[in-house]
């Protein structure tokens, strides 16, 4: 059973930095691109940033292109997103996110290509 377990977040002043992780277990980690995706109240989910399984490729959202950093560990099965210099619009449930097994698409896919989820770490930020 694929299980992805984020951790990270909390209530940060605009401009500051969090570390967020995803520890993940059930499937072979190393083999699979994996993605963050974020959502707000109200709003549908917003397709944050994704990783290829070896790290050489990494895509990013216009929102959150140059301040935000995903990187991952296959040795601890850990996928991480540094968040940089955040203002209040990054205020959201942020979810780490499998891609989808037997996916043979371009790369990064779509955010439905990622549709193992996890239970989310809350980002607030706020003066």
């Known amino acids: 059973e694929v299980q992805l377990v984020e951790s990270g977040g909390g209530l940060v002043q605009p401009g500051g930095s969090l570390r967020l992780s995803c520890v993940a277990s059930g499937f072979d980690f190393g083999l699979f691109a994996m993605s963050w995706v974020r959502q707000a109240p109200g709003k549908g989910p917003e397709w944050v940033s994704a990783i290829s399984s070896t790290s050489s490729r990494k895509w990013y959202g216009d929102s959150v292109k140059g301040r935000f950093l995903i990187s991952r560990s296959n040795n601890k099965k850990t996928l991480y997103l540094q968040l940089n210099s955040l203002e209040v619009d990054d205020t959201a449930m942020y979810y780490c996110?499998?891609?989808?097994?037997?996916?043979?698409?371009?790369?990064?896919?779509?955010?439905?290509?990622?549709?193992?989820w996890g239970q989310g770490t809350q980002v607030t930020v706020s003066s």
């Open positions: 996110a499998k891609r989808k097994d037997g996916y043979d698409g371009g790369w990064p896919g779509k955010i439905d290509d990622y549709p193992y």
